[in-house]
């Protein structure tokens, strides 16, 4: 098998194919990336030497100096002559429902200078105006302002509204003056859900190759009666097809409670097909949900969650193809912005290679509070990305930064337009020759599934083990030898159990793997580190060790990849927090509480004093076998234990490490102030924990718990 740099070449991937045998049963041949140039017909601007790193940033709007009291969720687009739109949501309160005015600021020289605020829509009498959503015509130069109406309905007492209708205005002299405002009411009446509000975006919806235009559209039904899980959260996009002078709906995300789908972006993969990419409406630290069209967004596949992008505050996010797309010559290159924290926090923009099914490369643009985001993209390469950030208020920003940065900035010199990233990716589908591998015990499925990697040709495997110790081991081709960084995507369910993976019976650094669900069912990544493999054939094989910790034991497994290139980031850490898989409150009632600040996520959980009788649990699933730092986050204060009792259990044996509660550990970006219970040994797997007791001289706090690999 030919072996081929991604330097200059387009880095996609497909299904594996075909071949030879391996001790009678066939070898998963590697599907390679195909070569081609980077810039050929883009009319981009072909770059013959790396770019030097530059990042350079700029506030748009401050609620201590500008006259509103507060600018919150935003929408972003660059034209086709390079103008750059900002908008945003002036409001008069902090408030979602409040009075609302649409802001707009506009750059023609790619982000230097900035013209001053253009009110493009003005709350009158209390009118709340939201979620600017912007859409350009690439053929026509025409751009389209989506907003919605919001309004309560008068017993309702949150600052949420019950309805909203939807809204457009156009521009075409690159956003200078605005056409006179249309009225989508009706647009989705069809609906069986009985949905109210219809929030566009927000941020910015796309164009495909075929011409469409394609924005993503929210839904819900009414605040008043209902609860989270009655308002039927939803996506239900619109599209054109004749340039914006009508619009349509689009058929709606298959409606969950577990798939709560809301503010969300859409991105057109190379196959054509669209992935949509959302926030769960319930908040919290969760992962995204995302849904797959085959038919440029007419319909979709059931939600599933997606851990690619990691775990963090369910919030609006930016999603925008970079470079590469349906029939382009350059590498395909996804980029997704959020606050990389349980909480609002720690704005981190991250780069995908292989249509987002992974995110290889990040960087951290302002560690202190981030909020709503939205990415876009210069003709010249540059990124561009506009943030809510700062300020003392968990949900809403201080200001609206808008920053400027290259490739080189982002990834720290590993990858260029110029130059290319330089990787190669050979990928081994598990989930359609699952038939094909042998395996110790157990029961094997395919599961047909847009949302596994390759879209509607793909499948994923269905493994039921009858025992621990069953395998399964999948024999593969490998073309030449060396050393390659091995990346797992498999699927998780609620019954899922523990696998240790080996290759030519070797434990990767990272082996080992609960597949249970966090919460509803979705696909997951693990970076198992790296590996050195000979040419020819190798053995990959799962083995089942132990139950998950939802007490199941199935294993349903995606795509392997191995790659050569520069490291991939990967945070060699476990953290579990109150609430979340890992942690139980094993005996006593623990109260809830957000008073003081200092906590790891949504809340921490308190205990007065008593005779231990009162305990609770936290219980990591652990990559590999080895040495890892323990450390508790809590809210220091001063009628906190100074005897704080934690007992560690680890490989060789059992150790109490008292901590004192009163002193303040060290504040993380992502959230949390840390101290360290010391180092110690641990089994892969669930094996090892960390428990709390209440025996103590004050209030004891349970929070999180990290395990920092060594």
């Known amino acids: 098998m030919s072996h081929e740099r991604i330097g200059r070449r387009k880095f996609t991937l497909g299904l594996a194919a075909g071949a030879a045998a391996v001790g009678g049963l066939p070898a998963l041949a590697a599907t390679p990336a195909i070569a081609s140039p980077t810039t050929a017909g883009t009319g981009r601007k072909k770059h013959p030497h790396p770019a030097a790193p530059f990042f ?26 390079d103008t750059i739109l900002a908008a945003t949501e002036g409001r008069y309160e902090v408030c979602d429902a409040g009075p609302r005015d649409l802001l707009l600021r506009r750059s023609t020289d790619r982000g230097e200078t900035w013209s001053p605020t253009q009110t493009v829509v003005r709350s009158v009498d209390g009118q709340s105006w939201g979620n600017p959503a912007l859409v350009v015509d690439r053929t026509t130069g025409e751009v389209f302002l989506f907003y919605m109406l919001s309004l309560r309905l008068p017993e309702n007492t949150s600052c949420s509204g019950d309805s909203g209708d939807l809204f457009v205005v156009s521009s075409r002299d690159d956003g200078v003056t605005w056409s006179e405002p249309r009225s989508m009411s009706g647009l989705f009446d069809h609906f069986a859900y009985d949905w109210a509000l219809h929030g566009p975006g927000p941020g910015h919806g796309i164009q495909l190759d075929n011409g469409r235009l394609l924005l993503n559209v929210l839904h819900r039904r009414v605040i008043v009666g209902n609860t989270v899980a009655q308002r039927f959260y939803g996506v239900a996009s619109i599209y054109s097809d004749d340039h914006g002078r009508t619009w349509q709906a689009t ?41 797959i069209s085959a038919d440029r967004g007419l319909t979709w596949s059931p939600a599933k969650l997606d851990g690619s992008t990691g775990v963090f505050n369910a919030v609006d996010a930016g999603l925008a193809r970079y470079t590469g797309g349906p029939r382009s010559r350059e590498v395909d ?59 003392d208020i968990p949900s809403f920003p201080r200001r609206v930064a808008i920053c400027r940065f290259n490739l080189e900035w982002l990834t720290q010199g590993r990858d260029s337009l110029a130059t290319g990233p330089d990787l190669d990716e050979r990928t081994y589908d598990l989930g359609a020759t699952v038939h094909g591998a042998r395996r110790s015990g157990g029961t094997v499925a395919v599961v047909p599934e847009p949302t596994a990697r390759g879209g509607n040709r793909a499948a994923r495997s269905v493994w039921t083990p009858t025992a621990v110790g069953d395998f399964i081991e999948y024999p593969i081709t490998v073309g030449r030898g060396g050393e390659r960084e091995a990346v797992l ?30 919460s509803s069912e979705g696909y997951d990544i693990v970076n198992l580190g790296t590996v050195r493999l ?29 790659i050569e290139g520069p490291r991939a980031d990967v945070r060699e850490e476990v953290t579990v927090d109150n609430g979340e898989k890992g942690f139980e409150t094993v005996s006593g009632t623990w109260t809830a509480g957000t008073g003081v600040a200092g906590y790891y996520g949504s809340n921490y959980l308190s205990r007065a004093a008593g005779t231990g009788a009162n305990v609770v649990r936290w219980r990591p699933a652990l990559p590999g076998d080895g040495r890892y730092e323990v450390l508790v986050s809590y809210p220091a204060a001063s009628n906190r234990a100074t005897n704080t009792p934690y007992t560690v259990h680890h490989a060789e044996g059992n150790d109490v490490v008292p901590v004192d509660q009163r002193v303040r550990g060290v504040p993380e970006p992502r959230g949390g102030e840390w101290a360290s219970l010391g180092i110690f040994t641990f089994t892969a797997g669930i094996s090892g924990s960390v428990e709390l007791s209440d025996n103590a001289n004050g209030f004891v706090i349970a929070d999180a718990v990290r395990f920092l690999r060594k």
């Open 489 to 518: 995507r498999y699927y998780r369910p609620v019954d899922g159990g523990v696998v240790t993976v080996t290759i030519d019976g070797a434990e990767p650094r990272n082996s080992t793997v609960d597949t249970t669900a966090e």
């Open 333 to 391: 290159r996804i980029l997704f912005s959020r606050p990389d924290s349980p909480m609002r926090w720690n704005m981190t923009v991250s780069v995908s290679y292989d249509e987002g099914y992974s995110f290889r490369y990040s960087r951290v643009v302002n560690p202190n509070r981030s909020y709503y985001s939205d990415l876009a993209r210069l003709s010249d390469g540059t990124i561009i990305l506009l943030y809510g950030c700062d300020g």
């Open 251 to 291: 058929g709606e995300v298959p409606v969950s409670v577990d798939y709560p789908i809301n503010e969300a972006r859409v991105v057109q993969r190379s196959d054509g097909s669209v992935l949509v990419n959302g926030r769960a409406a319930s908040g919290g630290n969760r992962q995204r949900i995302v849904s």
């Open 534 to 562: 000979r040419p020819g054939r190798s053995r990959v094989r799962f083995t089942l060790v132990s139950a998950g910790r939802g007490g199941g034991t199935r294993v349903s497994l995606d795509e392997l990849s191995l």
């Open 56 to 81: 350079a940033e700029t506030t748009l709007w401050d609620a201590e100096l500008d006259p509103l009291e507060n600018y919150h969720v935003h929408g972003l687009a660059v034209l086709p002559n």
